[in-house]
């Protein structure tokens, strides 16, 4: 399986190819992973870490239902980690990046659920969250890069070149993953196709045999 690749900042305040600008904010950038690629809690933020970003931390409603909206690669039917947890406390959830309180929540009726033990992160699906075990529930994730005019700098052409080199690298990458994550999805369905074709087949193979004379 393919995963999410290293990215290279571009040369400008901007997103590297690949990840996108969902908000107002021109300093936040986003990528999911193919929903076929799925990790626990503390692997899903180590790996966003590879990439010098995090877990997706939306703050507002814009980020919220922008995720939900326009991240490209994400399916509706499945649920992403981000980067929310009471793993300290019991009720009080943080950001995973700086510990920091949330203020800013989006969770679907009946949540967050404390009724049984370790459900101490977050999960996203369709803009609403929900709490699951962070070492034993695995889901692909979103990753944030928080980026700023600093990154304008370019010290000479060749280390441009070699950016804008990595980042179409990077592009194709992404084109492959979706395209990979398609095909998955697509053998899964005729799999499961196939298994009501048998059962229907079944269930006529033995209603006909009822039917017939003694």
Request: glycine share 4%; hydrophobic share 35%.
């Amino acid at each position: 399986m393919i995963g999410l690749q290293v990215l290279i900042y571009q040369a400008t305040a901007s997103c590297p190819e690949g990840w996108m600008i969902l908000s107002s904010s021109d300093t936040k950038c986003y990528k999911a992973s193919p929903f076929t690629e799925k990790l626990n809690f503390k692997d899903a933020m180590e790996k966003c870490g590879s990439m010098n970003a995090k877990l997706a931390e939306p703050m507002n409603t814009e980020e919220n239902e922008n995720i939900a909206t326009k991240l490209s690669g994400m399916t509706a039917f499945s649920r992403y980690w981000i980067g929310i947890s009471d793993k300290d406390t019991e009720g009080t959830f943080k950001y995973a990046s700086d510990a920091s309180e949330v203020k800013f929540t989006s969770w679907r009726r009946g949540q967050p659920n404390n009724r049984w033990p370790k459900l101490d992160c977050t999960a996203f699906k369709n803009g609403e969250w929900n709490t699951a075990n962070c070492e034993n529930r695995e889901f692909p994730y979103i990753c944030q890069m928080d980026i700023s005019e600093d990154d304008d700098n370019s010290d000479n052409a060749g280390e441009s070149d070699a950016i804008d080199l990595a980042s179409k690298i990077n592009v194709m990458k992404a084109k492959l993953e979706e395209v990979e994550a398609k095909v998955e999805y697509n053998i899964e369905k005729i799999d499961e196709d196939k298994e009501k074709l048998d059962q229907l087949g079944a269930e006529v193979d033995f209603n006909s045999e009822k039917l017939r004379p003694f």
